[in-house]
């Protein structure tokens, strides 16, 4: 029999604190390849300190990181893109006055042959080609790569960060909030996107979204997390609308006289 394969990314009792506040309290989690795993909670669970450990902003005090069953630790986001990770934030961290190209090479230009290159010059015409056809593969357009991803709309700036992420992660892609303030049918266009690039690159996805109608659309799996841990983890279809709710507010806790109280604080109410 061969042995199981390892997870494509494994968090294992990860520790955060900022001064006083404990964002992540031994916080565990686990992404296989090919799947969207849904990361929910109310803010201040923890969820962003954690995509922020996977993603290099934040090294953790304590506990264990593996990508592929290998133990690793990033001091820099530069080291997570390295070992293959991008993360599209909500805010899409795009230049506004550059077009779709030169945001989606920021850093990473393409350079011309020969003595122009060697006197740095970028070679626009490719990066812009790789472009095109990135939003193609994903199935989707924007009307002039030319033009300053500020002129864009919400859906295809979104485009624009997810071509950038899937064109540079080999392993794994985290999506932060991807359709927020985004409407209907923008929103469900970006969760398309998310779906092929997973189906197509069998990329490991982490979707972070307060929308829950979004988590049940798109993600195979999720965790709730809750006071810096995870307090749920199972397959979307073995679970509901309400379960998510009553692990995301705590309320099975208090009903069966839990203890009210995050770190020693009391609640409001408490």
Known sequence: MTAPQPPLLEARALTKSFGAVRALDGADFELRRGEIHA????NGAGKSTLIKVFSGVHLADG?????????????????????GIETVYQDLALAGT??????VFLGREILRGGALGRLRFVDRRVMRESVKAEL?????TIPALNSPVGSLSGGQRQAVAVARAAIWGRRVLIMDEPAAALA??????????MDKVRRDSNLGVIFISHTLAHVFD???RVTVMRR???????PIGAIDTDTLLRAMTGLDEYEEGADSTVHGVPEAGA
Do not use: C, M, Y
Not at 98 to 103: E, F, G, H, I, V
Not at 184 to 193: E, M, T
């Open 184 to 193: 209907p049918q923008q929103a469900a266009n970006v969760l398309k996107l």
């Open 98 to 103: 550059l077009d779709a190209a030169s945001n």
């Open 136 to 140: 193609q593969r994903l199935g989707t």
């Open 39 to 42: 990361l929910v909670g109310d």
């Open 228 to 234: 810096g841990r995870a307090v749920l983890t199972a």
């Open 63 to 83: 506990g264990t990181l593996a990508i592929d069953g290998v133990e690793v630790r990033f001091g820099s986001p530069h080291d997570a893109q390295a070992a």
């Open 218 to 220: 798109v993600a195979d």
